[in-house]
């Protein structure tokens, strides 16, 4: 519509749809009261039509002259004003023009009084107002009111129209295309358009100038600002991406909101599409999942230190990690607290801290417990058996036969003699501890031990036989030794540790006394020890 | 105000006065024909006459007899230019009507209103 685009055409509009529904508010009133006036008027024109004739008429009337009194109606029709004209003799009709009806509705009555005794009525004159000619003139003259208002409000729209285009429309045309030529930083000033130097319009150039300068500068500011803030982004961005620890940042979900390269390096994922949650890459994921949510609700917790096991995308290999949970605020209120997680992969050091308890724990030959474990693990025991009230028992096992495997085969022999006997023990239960206490005794302990000793029976007769199959040291020599087994339950045998070992080493040796190959029970330790 | 002494019409009231002497009516109340004859022997007692009747001058009653005159249905009474003639007129005439003086009244006459003047 060219009328929403082009100004003065529109303020022309919007002033010749005011004026002419001002012309037409005007000429209905206008034509109302020409109307009234002319009405007015025509019926102060009869008025004096009928004092004009009132004496003559009244003549005739007095004479009842009808040749008078019709020349009188007649007269009077003849006036444009009248439509038609009687006489009447007091109420009672006597001389009508032609042009009379009885029955019109617009009558003027004028009385018409004695012509020697004026306190005296002899009749009427009726007139009739010719109201089609009355009608008539009004609405000429109202019409041609109309069409000067008209003519006068379309007069007022072109011109104004035209001043609107010539002292606002067009320069501010001229202006928009300037100012759409303006290019953000280029310290290009508009000029004010002639003769506009004093009103708005130079105003308004003058504020577009300043404007323009506060944008530049602004701009200048903004540049300078933005080239820092991408150089410490860079910085940062390369802290993050080549730190050497992995780094995560978490959101309230537990979904990865960003990793850093060392991070797949250490799960070995290319994305982090693969696993979306953090849980999800470590062994423990239900307890992970719980602690995260305990640490978000804790307000005092902000940082925490633990150690987890991450599941490798390839073949799903654990990995040790070292993680540093951190809450890291919102900067604004109400901004969700997101976590970062750095982590470094511990893996070797774990189990090199593995091995070293191990070794300090375990036999190096058969990988069995050495003795300073096995006590530990016996007083473990003993201090549970105390705390259910139960039993437990154990086995002391010495070889017969087996200094001369090593006296005669060597010491290889021996150790290879050891580690099949290692082996043999470790199978007879999981749930039964095996330790070796030093050159070729072993001790077993057993945690439930019932009142009829059942179990330490059958356990001490699986060992023996197990150990008396041969034992192949290499493809040509095997091996044919035995056991001897002494056993001490606890608390019938001992209430230390220390009275256990000796009251099984006892029963121990009587075995070996008797032919060794069996098994015996300490004795009761309410005799004399 | 006088008439034929041998008329049946004893007196007259003014307004019966008017409506014969201004060509209203030419008959007396009665029913009988009237003859209006005007005496213009005397300017003073014509003025006098007009002045007492309808209150108005000579020439307004001229004015007044002028429009009626072209319709032609009502005449202006027979004007008597002196008294003898006049009585001799009223005196002839059984429905003779005219004014005089009460000075000028003969024994042809018998008056029917006085106008005090």
Redesign the interface.
Known sequence: MIFNRKLYIKVALVIGIGAFIAAVVASVFFYLDTKFRAEQLATNQISQLALTVESTASVALYVQDAELAKEIVQGLEINDLVAGAMLTEGDKAWMGSRGFDLQAAEVIRFEIHHPFFSDQTLGKLLLMPNQAYIDERATQGAVSQAWVLAIQALAIAVLVSLLVHKTLTAPLNFLTQKVEQIVPGANAMLTVPRRHEKDEIGCLVRGINTLINNLNESLEQERGLRARTEQLERKFRLIFEKASAGICLVDSNNALLEVNEAFCLLSGSQTRSCRSTLVEWFEEQAELEEFLHNFRSDPFANHVEMELQLRTVDSDILKWVHCLFSKVQGQQEGEETILEVMMYDVTERTYRERMIRFEAEHDMLTHLKNRRAGEQVLRELMRRADQNNAMMGLLLIDLDRFKPVNDIHGHEAGDAVLKVVAERLGALGDDVMVARWGGDEFVIGVPSVDKDYTRLRSLAKTALSSLYLPIAVNDELECEIGASIGIAVYPHHGSTLEQMLESADMAMYEVKQHGRGNFRFGRLSTGVA | MVVNAESSIESLTHNEL?DIF???YRTFPNGRSVTVYENASDQQVREAFYRSL???NLAQVNA?WA??Q??G??RQPEEIRNLESLSERIGSTPSAISFVRSSDVTEKMKVVHRFDL
Do not use: D, E, I
Request: proline content about 0%; cysteine-free.
């Open positions: 008017v201004m060509g209203r309808v209150n108005r007044y429009r009626l072209f319709s249905r009502v």
